[in-house]
């Protein structure tokens, strides 16, 4: 799961409006959440191992991207369009990051595949949207 989440970090530092990325650790939970904004945060989860031979393992993983951001202007039709416009890039972020992961594969991964996008209201102030994705892989540790 290391190389995975390495990989992730590399893919996610390559998109410029992101401004801090990290596994996720229940930063957002604490009062005055340590992160630059927008944050990536994330989280990686094997759902299911099975046998390939003794030592080694297929396992089908997700992980999520949780994106935070902070402070967001208005949206509402009533608001000018530029102001709009400017609260949007939050949207633009989303589908940066969606474009970013979804297809990429390596020797080591199979193509990462997005599942599902959610809102989540975790904490006043902070605008969350986790995206899940799925890949797997074939895990060597007890090779080794």
């Not at 650790?25 to 990536?40: D, R």
């Not at 209201?121 to 080794?144: I, Q």
Request: glycine share 6%.
């Amino acid at each position: 799961m290391e190389d995975l989440y390495l990989m992730l970090v590399e893919l996610l530092n390559e998109i410029p409006e992101l401004r801090y990325v990290d596994l996720d650790t229940g930063q957002i939970l604490e009062e005055q959440p340590p992160l630059a904004y927008p944050a990536a945060l994330i989280e990686i989860d094997m759902s299911s191992c099975e046998d390939i031979q003794d030592n080694i393992q297929q396992v089908i993983g997700y992980f999520s991207v949780r994106l935070v951001a902070k402070g967001l202007s208005e949206t509402n039709g009533l608001a000018p369009e530029g102001v709009r416009r400017k609260s949007l890039e939050w949207l633009r972020l989303q589908e940066k990051v969606y474009k970013k992961l979804q297809g990429y594969g390596t020797d080591s991964f199979y193509p990462f595949s997005r599942k599902s996008g959610k809102n989540e209201n975790l904490r006043k102030g902070l605008k969350v949207f986790a995206l899940r994705f799925d890949t797997s892989w074939h895990d060597y540790t007890a090779n080794s």
